[in-house]
């Protein structure tokens, strides 16, 4: 405001206007000011209103209206405001020719919302079903061409950031149940055993009880739809990430159609509420496996190694995905048998072989095998004896029942013996027999009878289908004497299909409960091994996940409502994935090495995750909220989309074709505490993530560039090939530089270019990360939009401050605030970093005054 209280507002027209710009159909506009006050307090004052008329506006010689701002109750003249009008790409008299770098910055704010929607032209009902209280502010800034263009930032809450973790609560809550399930379906153990399971079964039932109690106290909450960082230590938060916002830059310039640039800030997914003194996930879990073979040794329990616990969860989470399956398809079968063979028969049965391979191969692991005489070896009174004459009547009864379905199929190839004359013994649903001795051969054959059984059925459907050519073929005169004079063969074939199939889904059966109690043995002995220690480092995951889900969930929905219509991205999506690419700000020091510890395996265990898009008939907000269904093993994400915005995605998505997103992190520390770490410390943990993660991002550019065209990928004014970035990386990737913040650099535009999902962390998502935001964000406009030179600062300035303004009404009461309102480092460093690295006796001398200060301060 001028001294002589006039204010100048600009209206932009002439080009197109923020999708968000009121628009009114009124003649008159009704106009209110008010006075924001810069100390934060969140107080403002009203200055006065006024109206006018859209045609004055566009009528007038200078395209310009002074109007007087009338008092509350219209009584007097207060102040004076300017309205002006502004074309796109003009440019303004009278700033243009003295433009010099040490001009004083003037935040040239347009302006400025807090409207609560996100507004988007193509999708908003999609958007504000899952973004929330947005802070929209809109900037103008000066091209190199003297010519203006238009910047749009908006910030926005997410309601994944508690709908995600509340759903992956309760499926850990199913799991768990279900577990305790599986281990009492083991039967009779020996006592040891016995007792061993009630231990583990209690701890489950405990764990089961703290997440129901944190459940319900998370349906509690109302509010803001984020948990501010002042919150982070709260045990019943623990699931819900930090500070999860979607930062959205639109940018609108003369020379280049509009472009839009996305990022999700989120607070490092980390377990705050458990503490970091003896470090964070990765270094705990390392020290959990050289402990858990002393702990098998000291419960007589067999030692599995990590990749075998896994593939155990793994074979329990496919049986039980195919074994329905299997037994629907295999019903299915029959059922468009029934009238005539058809190209239906033939598809189901092709889908029934399918599956039913998936089923065998998944089975054919020795894990399984010697988990089923372990599981035998812990009965009461075992004995092993590989041939005995009880288990050789259990053989025995076996091949009998193998002998009578072979005899079955046999009949289906081509012998007169009527189907009456051949019984099949249902096959024994009693998967693990109760007896002392075991024949560690019955499972191969068991196993083995899946695939006999399917083979049946398949020669079955054959002569079926040929018995049909041949009635097709024959001449009605001889159709009708084989009605009068026999019965009809087909119908023996079906009654004999009908046995089969049965058979094959009792074999099925079978072998599944046999393979879900020989991999619950075997967790059973990891949860014994791991004692205590164990199920909590299981709880430190599941914590660490929810919150590194829901991030990716929010940037991944985000992503794709913005991509709905790019063909491109679309055929990426389901051919080779997307890339996720989350950019670390944590130090290795102190506390901060837990927290990178525990976010590298919450980004790692990502892998497991896959996206599945879906169809509602609705727009209503509750119907578009994205679903997760799986276990700890693996997950899918259900994003549903509306039926029109669902007609014109490709068929494969159409289908449900699961979707891959591929989690990198690159981490780099840039506060003074990384200082400290890199002269003093030890930062081969952030080298080793930078250099792993290299690695992968390397391997998925190699997949993306053999299977999709580069027409697909989007296209920047910066000619740099991504091979050549890439390269770049790799090279700064292993090089030995202080806080090489090139690493960070180059990773997030690689990440652009692969059409991918941007991630920027630090500790809170605050300080660190709205600096490297707004840097990043003023860099794309420099290279992307050919923002003035003498600008940069000034835009960066600007976005800063507008960036506190929004941070002042969302960050609550936190005391890494007050470093960013005022645009300096916060007072607990009041020492120059630069001088600790002259001597180390200046770092000690450091040391003592800080101490001094702070014991002074606190007393």
């Known amino acids: 405001m001028e001294d002589k209280g006039t204010r100048e507002l600009l209206f932009l027209g002439g080009g197109s206007f923020p999708p968000d710009w009121p628009v009114f159909c009124e003649s008159f506009i009704k106009l209110s000011v008010y006075d924001v006050k810069e100390s934060g307090e969140q107080q403002s004052s009203f200055l006065g209103s006024t109206s006018f008329s859209l045609a004055d506006l566009f009528q007038s010689r200078d395209q310009q209206l002074s109007l007087n701002l009338r008092s509350t109750d219209d009584s007097a003249t207060v102040r004076t405001v300017v309205v002006s009008r502004l074309k796109m790409g003009e440019i303004e008299d009278g700033e243009v020719d003295h433009i010099t770098a040490d001009m004083h910055?003037?935040?040239?704010?347009?302006?400025?919302?807090?409207?609560?929607?996100?507004?988007?032209?193509?999708?908003?009902?999609?958007?504000?079903?899952?973004?929330?209280?947005?802070?929209?502010?809109?900037?103008?800034?000066?091209?190199?061409?003297?010519?203006?263009?238009?910047?749009?930032?908006?910030?926005?809450?997410?309601?994944?950031?508690?709908?995600?973790?509340?759903?992956?609560?309760?499926?850990?809550?199913?799991?768990?149940?279900?577990?305790?399930?599986?281990?009492?379906?083991?039967?009779?153990?020996?006592?040891?055993w016995d007792n061993m399971r009630k231990e583990v079964i209690s701890r489950y039932d405990q764990i089961i009880k703290e997440y129901q109690h944190i459940l319900a106290e998370l349906e509690k909450l109302t509010g803001p739809s984020f948990k501010p960082s002042c919150s982070k230590g709260q045990k019943y938060l623990e699931f819900i990430p930090i500070n999860l916002h979607t930062q959205r830059m639109q940018v609108t310039c003369p020379r280049k159609t509009d472009s839009m640039y996305d990022v999700v800030t989120v607070g490092a997914p980390a377990a705050h509420s458990q503490g970091f003194k003896n470090g964070g996930l990765q270094k705990l879990l390392n020290k959990y496996e050289a402990e858990k073979k002393s702990y098998s040794t000291a419960y007589q329990s067999i030692y599995y190694p990590p990749e075998q616990t896994a593939r155990a969860r793994e074979i329990l989470s496919v049986v039980s995905q195919l074994q329905p399956l299997i037994s629907g398809l295999a019903d299915q079968l029959l059922q468009v048998a029934q009238p005539s063979p058809s190209q239906a028969l033939k598809d189901t049965l092709k889908n029934l072989e399918d599956k039913t391979e998936q089923f065998v191969h998944a089975l054919k692991d020795e894990l399984v095998k010697s988990a089923l005489l372990a599981l035998h070896a812990a009965r009461l009174g075992y004995v092993s004896k590989t041939s005995s004459?009880?288990?050789?009547?259990?053989?025995?009864?076996?091949?009998?029942?193998?002998?009578?379905?072979?005899?079955?199929?046999?009949?289906?190839?081509?012998?007169?013996?009527?189907?009456?004359?051949?019984?099949?013994?249902?096959?024994?649903?009693?998967?693990?027999?109760?007896?002392?001795?075991?024949?560690?051969?019955?499972?191969d054959r068991v196993w083995a009878g899946v695939a006999k059984s399917l083979n049946c059925v398949i020669a079955a459907v054959d002569k079926l289908q040929e018995q049909e050519n041949n009635n097709q073929e024959s001449t009605p005169g001889h159709a009708l004497a084989d009605v009068i004079t026999s019965h009809n063969p087909a119908a023996d074939v079906h009654d004999q299909l009908a046995v089969l199939v049965q058979a094959l889904k009792e074999c099925v059966k079978d072998v599944a409960e046999r393979a879900r109690h020989s991999m619950s043995f075997v967790l059973l002995q990891e949860a014994v091994c791991s004692s205590v220690q164990g199920l909590q480092l299981q709880q430190r995951r599941d914590t660490v996940f929810s919150q590194a889900l829901a991030a990716l969930a929010c940037g991944f929905v985000m992503r794709l409502y913005a991509g709905l219509e790019d063909k491109g991205f679309l055929r990426q999506l389901h051919t080779v994935g997307l890339v996720a690419q989350f950019e670390s700000l944590l130090s290795t020091y102190s506390e901060e090495i837990g927290m990178l510890e525990d976010m590298e395996v919450g980004i790692s265990d990502l892998h497991k995750v896959t996206f599945k898009i879906t169809e509602v008939a609705s727009e209503e907000a509750a119907s578009l909220q994205p679903t997760i269904s799986g276990r700890r093993d693996r997950y899918t994400v259900e994003v549903p989309l509306p039926h029109d915005a669902f007609q014109t995605l490709p068929d494969e998505l159409r289908e449900g074709k699961p979707l891959?997103?591929?989690?990198?992190?690159?981490?780099?520390?840039?506060?003074?505490?990384?200082?400290?770490?890199?002269?003093?410390?030890?930062?081969?943990?952030?080298?080793?993530?930078?250099?792993?993660?290299?690695?992968?991002?390397?391997?998925?550019?190699?997949?993306?560039?053999?299977?999709v065209p580069s027409e697909c990928l989007p296209c920047f004014q910066t000619q740099t090939d991504i091979k050549e970035l890439l390269d770049s990386l790799g090279q700064n990737v292993v090089t030995k530089k202080r806080k090489n913040v090139e690493i960070l650099w180059l990773a997030g535009m690689i990440c652009r270019r692969l059409n991918g999902i941007r991630f920027t962390s630090c500790k809170s998502a605050k300080d660190r990360t709205s600096m490297s935001v707004t840097l990043e964000q003023c860099s794309i406009l420099r290279d992307e939009h050919q923002l003035n030179k003498d600008y940069f600062v000034r835009a960066l300035d600007c976005m800063r401050s507008g960036r506190l303004a929004q941070g002042d009404v969302a960050q609550w009461d936190d005391p890494e605030t007050g470093s960013i309102a005022i645009n300096k480092p916060a007072s607990r460093h009041f020492y120059p970093i630069a001088l600790l690295l002259v001597s180390s006796h200046l770092l000690v001398v450091w040391l003592i005054l800080s101490l001094v200060f702070l014991l002074a301060k606190y007393q």
Not at 114 to 126: A, L, R, Y
Not at 156 to 166: G, M, Q, V
Not at 393 to 422: R, Y
Request: charged content about 25%; glycine content about 4%; some cysteine.
């Open 105 to 192: 910055p003037k935040c040239t704010l347009v302006y400025e919302s807090s409207h609560g929607t996100v507004n988007d032209k193509d999708n908003g009902p999609i958007m504000n079903a899952v973004f929330k209280n947005a802070i929209c502010k809109v900037y103008r800034f000066q091209t190199v061409e003297s010519k203006w263009m238009l910047v749009r930032e908006q910030m926005a809450e997410c309601t994944l950031s508690f709908s995600i973790p509340k759903q992956l609560i309760s499926l850990y809550i199913e799991e768990d149940t279900c577990r305790i399930q599986e281990l009492k379906d083991l039967g009779e153990l020996s006592p040891h």
């Open 389 to 443: 004459p009880s288990s050789q009547t259990k053989a025995n009864s076996n091949a009998n029942v193998a002998a009578e379905s072979h005899t079955v199929c046999n009949n289906v190839d081509g012998s007169q013996t009527p189907l009456k004359e051949s019984k099949v013994s249902p096959i024994r649903s009693d998967s693990i027999p109760h007896q002392k001795e075991y024949d560690e051969e019955e499972w």
């Open 660 to 707: 891959r997103v591929l989690p990198v992190l690159f981490n780099v520390g840039i506060n003074e505490q990384q200082t400290i770490a890199e002269r003093f410390g030890d930062i081969s943990l952030q080298e080793r993530i930078n250099q792993k993660n290299f690695e992968i991002l390397e391997g998925y550019y190699k997949s993306l560039t053999n299977t």
